[in-house]
């Protein structure tokens, strides 16, 4: 008797085992890229339930355990959803939102995106790059303001100071050029090294802001807290505005970064670096909108993730190889990746949620390039090289551009040829 038990356990043990292994390919893929990629707190699995049917989106952790889903996507919608999404991203997004099913509607289902043949000459024949280059100080006053710029007097005596607004909107400019001359249509976010994405200084802004307050008889807040409380999230608005109704094929967030172990900057480090973010890793609290829980799903679904990490990879390869900057590895102490980031596999690339790298479509890299604090590095970027624009600009912003273009053309020839 003792036997014929002990068999029937391992016969239903084997079952078990057998059934596990039988579950749903695409249900066990969609589950396995949600924990790599985008889960980075508990919470976001109040929100979210992958299974053998599909993907059930929750408002709250109170409507999930009453089982009253705000969306629910069945696997048989993958294909016609990542067609929506690469064609028409905001009619997904708006279907979401009126809580409709997905469906491709007949004006869309004729425009698929081609792409003209790269040629030698033109080996970006045809392809939209949107650039958005980081911040918007041009000046001291602003730029502490921001709280993104270099202060430091040398060894020597010799007192650097400059601002990342400026570097990243010069980068942009130079890799505009090489871009448009390889065949590309380039959009640039901010017009003006000293300008916001919505077209105007800080200063312009600030006073805009003061006048509407006035008027509605409302108190208006300091420049610092006005920036932080409102400007910052407008200026966010506007880039990802001006990049999605561009509908680019790939996207550029420009930005340079420091050693956050050397806080609060007041002397050069060793250490250098380079490191890019795509979408993904919500944390706590960051669902609590129907619009941010859409954008869960569609980086789930779509394989816009993928693209970007492979983006990015080939971006981080040439700052290797142009800049000589080596790529962040892990571990590191650098706690924000720990915190916020999840390390996707490829060297130096996280998934981190970003207004920017979160409501951006399609393939990304959010670039940090170099450490501007780095003690070669500072002495590098106070150069004055070249003018555009009446702005100065050292020569190390050339080669940032050389290996930004280097990676985006290694990157669409390895994937369009
Ligand atoms: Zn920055």
Redesign the pocket.
């Given at each position: 008797m003792k036997i014929k038990r002990y068999l029937l356990l391992i016969i239903l043990a084997l079952w078990n085992l057998i059934s596990v292994k039988a579950q749903n390919p695409i249900a066990a893929h969609f589950k396995d890229k949600l924990e790599k990629y985008l889960v980075k707190h508990p919470q976001v699995r109040d929100h979210i339930v992958v299974n053998d049917r599909g993907v059930y989106m929750f408002a709250s952790l109170q409507e999930k355990r009453a089982n009253k889903p705000e969306y629910v996507f069945s696997w048989q919608q993958v294909t016609l959803f990542k067609q929506l999404c690469s064609r028409a991203p905001q009619v997904a997004r708006q279907l979401y939102l009126k809580n409709v099913p997905f469906n491709l509607p007949d004006s869309l289902k004729k425009t698929v995106r081609s792409h003209p043949t790269p040629l030698d000459t033109l080996p970006l024949r045809g392809v939209r790059i949107a650039i958005d280059p980081?911040?918007f100080a041009g000046d001291e006053k602003t730029a502490r303001m921001e709280g993104?710029y270099i202060d430091i007097t040398l060894a020597n005596g010799t007192r650097v100071l400059f601002y990342?607004s400026v570097l990243a909107w010069g980068t942009a400019k130079v890799l505009e050029k090489k871009l448009e001359a390889a065949g590309a249509k380039v959009l640039i976010t901010r017009q003006k090294a000293n300008l916001t994405a919505l077209d105007m200084t800080f200063q312009q802004w600030y006073a805009r802001y003061v006048r509407a307050q006035t008027s509605r008889g409302k108190r208006y807040l300091s420049p610092k807290q006005a920036f932080r409380q409102v400007l910052r999230a407008q200026d966010f608005k506007a880039r990802v505005l001006k990049i999605n109704a561009f509908q680019p094929d790939l996207t550029l967030i420009i930005?340079?970064n420091v050693d956050a172990t050397n806080s609060p900057w007041q002397q050069p480090t060793n250490k250098n670096f380079a490191m890019a973010f795509v979408g993904g890793a919500f944390y706590q609290e960051e669902l609590n909108t129907p619009e941010k829980r859409f954008q869960l799903l569609r980086l789930l679904i779509t394989e816009d993730v993928e693209k970007s990490v492979r983006l990015s990879g080939h971006i981080l390869q040439e700052h290797r190889r142009v800049l000589q900057v080596p790529t962040i590895e892990e571990p590191n102490q650098q706690s924000y990746l720990d915190k916020y980031c999840l390390y996707t596999g490829t060297k130096g690339v996280y998934t981190r949620n970003l207004s920017l790298s979160r409501e951006i479509f399609g393939a990304l890299c959010y670039g940090e390039s170099l450490l501007q604090d780095n003690i070669q590095e500072i002495q590098q970027l106070n150069q004055k090289s070249f003018v555009i624009d009446k702005w100065y600009f050292p020569a190390r912003v050339n080669q940032v551009a050389e290996a930004y273009y280097r990676g985006i053309k290694n990157y669409w020839l390895s994937t369009n040829r």
């Open positions: 980081g911040h993104r990342e930005h340079y």
